[in-house]
């Protein structure tokens, strides 16, 4: 198994990877971190009870008595930068537009991808040059701050960021008509919860089930001229 000895380590610091199909020269993987991270995907490998397309891929590569290719693209940063400069690059190799397929095997998408990730100039003014929400009259809305959920990235998902895991009052919150992520006071989702049920990970916390409702009028809109100050990441409007 590859390893950097320590001086090498040192030196290094904070970088950010590649991997690569020896077959194709193609990347399929992009990765960040620090020590002999860029090494353990493939000792991950030889784990049969670990599951992914990253993994099954080099599995597939070893069978044919082949190695994965590994390419150290910048070091010597922070933690931060590393973090930012593996985002950029894993928005520019994903992002639909400019590729005809996707190549890499990410399951994450890169870090704060929703709010700094690559935006037409339209969706940049909507995001920005927003107006007040205005609810429905008869629309119950539950606003879930995702500010500390979305921002790292570690949930994968806005779904998976607004929907668990939240200590709130779940008779209310069963009577919402729809549920709004909310991130920097800006409704980047909206949801239509199913269910509600209490979370079997966290007693005490309740998370949802729903569908996304991408065309709803609530998307991209300011919610400060309803929800002010407040602490609590749970807000509730009409309810």
């Excluded at 620090?34 to 009870?49: P, Y």
């Excluded at 921002?151 to 009052?169: C, D, M, P, Q």
Aim: aromatic share 12%.
């Amino acid at each position: 198994m590859r390893f950097f000895k320590q001086a090498v380590v040192e030196s290094l610091d904070h970088y950010v990877y590649c991997l690569v199909d020896p077959r194709d020269n193609r990347i399929f993987y992009i990765g960040e971190g620090c020590g002999n991270r860029v090494f353990n995907h493939a000792f991950d490998a030889l784990n049969e009870n670990l599951q992914s397309l990253k993994l099954d891929l080099i599995r597939d590569i070893i069978s044919q008595g082949m190695e994965v290719k590994y390419y150290i693209i910048r070091h010597g940063m922070t933690r931060d930068v590393a973090l930012l400069v593996e985002s950029v690059l894993i928005d520019l190799l994903t992002y639909q537009p400019f590729n005809l397929e996707t190549i890499l095997t990410n399951i994450q998408s890169g870090h704060h991808q929703w709010d700094r990730g690559i935006k037409t100039v339209e969706e940049i003014n909507s995001i920005y040059d927003c107006s007040n929400i205005e609810p429905g009259w008869d629309d119950k809305l539950i606003f879930i701050n995702i500010n500390k959920t979305y921002v790292t990235g570690e949930r994968g998902s806005i779904y998976e960021a607004t929907r668990k895991y939240w200590r709130l009052n779940g008779n209310r919150a069963q009577h919402a008509t729809y549920a709004l992520a909310v991130y920097r006071g800006i409704v980047r989702a909206v949801f239509k919860p199913t269910r509600w049920y209490l979370s079997k990970d966290y007693p005490g916390r309740w998370e949802f089930d729903g569908i996304e409702i991408e065309d709803s009028p609530y998307l991209n809109k300011n919610t400060r001229n309803i929800v002010q100050g407040s602490q609590n990441p749970i807000a509730y409007y009409n309810m």
